[in-house]
Nanobody, 119 residues
Framework: QVRLVESGGGLVQAGGSLRLSCTPS????????MAWFRQAPGNDREFVAR????????GYADSVKGRFIISRDNAKNTLYLQMNSLKPEDTGVYYC????????????WGQGTQVTVSS
């Protein structure tokens, strides 16, 4: 059974930083792509960042480019999202996702972790 567990969310002031983590279990090596999505209240879930198995390819939404960094440590079996210069509009539930294709679709999702950025 595949399970993705996110952690690291919380409340932070605008301009601050947070690092999210995602630990998958039950994945085989064919699930070579992982990603972060987020959903603000009343909005659809939106793409934030993606990374391939080796970490050699990454992609970002324009809204986070230059502020967020996605990375993975396969030895520790952990996906990260370093979020810097946070803005109130970054507030939402952040979800970790995994799939076999770098560009998606993603087959497995975590339960999410809340990020709240105060102004």
């Amino acid at each position: 059974q595949v399970r993705l567990v996110e952690s690291g969310g919380g409340l932070v002031q605008a301009g601050g930083s947070l690092r999210l983590s995602c630990t998958p279990s039950g994945l085989t090596s064919r699930w070579n792509a992982m990603a972060w999505f987020r959903q603000a209240p009343g909005n659809d879930r939106e793409f934030v960042a993606r990374i391939n198995w080796s970490g050699s390819s990454t992609g970002y939404a324009d809204s986070v480019k230059g502020r967020f960094i996605i990375s993975r440590d396969n030895a520790k079996n952990t996906l990260y999202l370093q979020m810097n210069s946070l803005k109130p509009e970054d507030t939402g539930v952040y979800y970790c996702a995994a799939g076999s294709n770098y560009l998606g679709p993603y087959d497995y999702w975590g339960q999410g972790t809340q990020v709240t950025v105060s102004s």
